[in-house]
Nanobody
């Protein structure tokens, strides 16, 4: 079992920045890829960014150049640096971890990000 706890969400003005954190515990040695997703009420959860165990990132086109995903394996923490925030970035942001064997997915409880115009 892997437990994930997100933090760092909040209210920010357009153009501002936030850093989200996701702290992992439990069977952390089994974790392979980690990712950030976001969801707006009434819409499907969408992928924001992923990062492999080796640190290779990928991004959704909508956040490229503005968001940076990183992970500190020693601290078992995933980060999402969000710059130049837009009102359309408003969502609940979720952390996801996938295990190396079986590919089991674990989710955090989510953290709200609200960007005012």
């Amino acid at each position: 079992q892997v437990q994930l706890v997100e933090s760092g969400g909040g209210l920010v003005q357009a153009g501002g920045s936030l850093v989200l954190s996701c702290s992992a515990s439990g069977a952390i040695n089994s974790i392979n890829t980690m990712a950030w997703y976001r969801q707006v009420p009434g819409k499907q959860r969408e992928l924001v960014a992923t990062i492999t165990s080796g640190g290779s990132p990928t991004y959704a086109d909508s956040v490229k150049g503005r968001f940076t995903i990183s992970r500190d394996n020693a601290e078992n923490t995933l980060y999402l640096q969000m710059n130049s925030l837009k009102p359309e970035d408003t969502a609940v942001y979720y952390c996801k971890a996938r295990t190396q064997i079986y590919g089991t997915a674990y989710w955090g409880q989510g953290t709200q990000v609200t960007v005012s115009s």
